[in-house]
């Protein structure tokens, strides 16, 4: 069964420092891999989605991520944050055949951004 | 568009009430989704309906029902709410089953049962 680890639960960065936040993946295949964000009170959005191809992938807000298949990885990253960016990003994974299989997420990372 | 609408926001139940939470989205949509979220366990998919007249079992069903009322709504149904089932639930729906279609999600619903 496929499942996701994140095992940052929480960071803390300064307003414009760069950000990675981790993702690592468990699947046999070639998965179908997610980051969205949740802010607070908020359902969540989608940032960036992996399918095949480049491996890095570029989403909404300046965001990016990098599969990375040796790694079972697909970090988050971005260059320098703002504080609006301030909270909690999931990673997922889903299968890449087509059906209406879950996906699997993380347990998520609470970014905190200090001034 | 208001895209995916979740009522009640907030609730309280006394263990044993039951209470139907709805999802409605405008985005002719073929797939409705429910989750759950709980601190540590990221979401867990609670049923899905994969277009209207469907509805299967995800990861977490026992305790719920639902039910697609037609394309735009899908609701969830506790029958007898536990202590267990306080969480906060999310619907979603995609354009298309599968995974390549991106999911959007509402607001979410937290529900206490005491």
């Known amino acids: 069964a496929q499942s996701v680890t994140q095992p940052d639960i929480h960071i803390t960065v300064s307003e414009g420092a760069s950000l990675e936040l981790r993702c690592n993946y468990s699947y046999g295949a070639t998965p179908y891999l997610f980051w969205y964000v949740q802010s607070p009170g908020q359902g969540l959005q989608l940032l960036l989605k992996y399918f095949s191809g480049d491996t890095l992938v570029q989403g909404i807000k300046g965001f990016e991520a990098e599969f990375k298949r040796s790694q079972s990885s697909f970090n988050l990253r971005k260059p320098s944050v703002h504080w609006s960016d301030a909270a909690e990003y999931f990673c997922?994974?889903?299968?890449?055949?087509?059906?209406?299989?879950?996906?699997?997420f993380g347990t998520g990372t609470r970014l905190t951004i200090i001034p | 568009n208001a895209g995916v609408t979740q009522t009640p926001k907030f609730q309280v139940l006394k263990t044993g009430q039951s209470m139907t939470l709805q999802c409605a989205q405008d985005?002719?949509?073929?797939?409705m989704y429910w989750y759950r979220q709980d601190p540590g366990m990221g979401l867990r998919l609670i049923y899905y309906s994969a277009s209207e007249g469907t509805t299967d079992k995800g990861e977490v069903p026992n305790g719920y029902n639902v039910s697609r009322l037609n394309k735009r709504e899908f609701s969830l149904r506790l029958e007898s709410a536990a202590p267990s089932q306080t969480s906060v639930y999310f619907c979603?729906?995609?354009?298309?089953?599968?995974?390549?279609?991106?999911?959007?999600f509402g607001p979410g619903t937290r529900l206490t049962v005491t």
């Open positions: 985005m002719n949509h073929n797939s």
């Open positions: 979603a729906s995609s354009v298309y089953p599968g995974q390549k279609y991106e999911q959007y």
């Open positions: 997922a994974v889903g299968k890449s055949n087509f059906g209406n299989e879950k996906l699997t």
